[in-house]
């Protein structure tokens, strides 16, 4: 078990080293000097991708894909009220709407340990498309921790739904929208 421990404090160490905080914005070289990167997300009228990938031990410990997905859906649907999630893999290539008027969220969890202690790494990016395949994270925030096998997963449940209202809080702030579902509890 000592062994597992010092396993699972230093990966957490090294993630917390090697893992951004937030992502970096776009390259400047196609926006305005005066325009923060949280402008962007004026222009998303709709949301046609909100995914959860795991990767690791995260099957192993009871943690799918699809249901972190529809968790992180409902979480979406719950915090952004007025604004339309539609079907699910990126934007259609003959919508009417222009790329940054679609806006995505990825969530990444990853596991490593399959024992008593389990440490975990959940990294979420959001931002409008540039072109229809290619997103542009203009927002990202990741946690980091470990535990007990048996306590991991509804960390890693509370931590999705935890980095859905922080975004939610950002995309509101950024339309100048005072109080939104995230804010009013």
Request: aromatic letters at 8%; glycine letters at 8%.
């Amino acid at each position: 078990m000592g062994f597992l421990l010092k396993l699972s404090l230093a990966l957490c160490a090294f993630f917390i080293g090697a893992a951004p905080i937030v992502s970096p914005a776009a390259p400047e070289t196609d926006k305005s000097p005066e325009r923060a990167p949280t402008a962007e997300l004026q222009e998303i009228k709709k949301f046609v991708s909100v995914e959860v990938q795991t990767q690791g031990s995260a099957e192993k410990i009871g943690l799918r894909s699809t249901e972190l997905t529809d968790l992180t859906r409902l979480a979406f649907l719950n915090n952004f009220p007025g604004v339309a999630l539609e079907s699910s893999g990126g934007p259609s290539l003959d919508g009417v709407e222009r790329p940054n008027q679609i806006g995505f969220i990825n969530c990444e969890v990853w596991t490593v340990g399959e024992e008593y202690i389990v440490a975990y790494h959940v990294d979420c990016n959001a931002g409008p498309y540039v072109t229809p395949r290619t997103p542009n994270a203009v927002w990202g925030h990741a946690l980091l921790g470990y535990g007990p096998k048996d306590q991991v997963p509804d960390s890693i449940r509370k931590g999705l739904r935890s980095l859905i209202e922080k975004f939610a809080l950002v995309f509101f702030r950024s339309r100048g929208v005072v109080e939104s579902a995230a804010t009013a509890k």
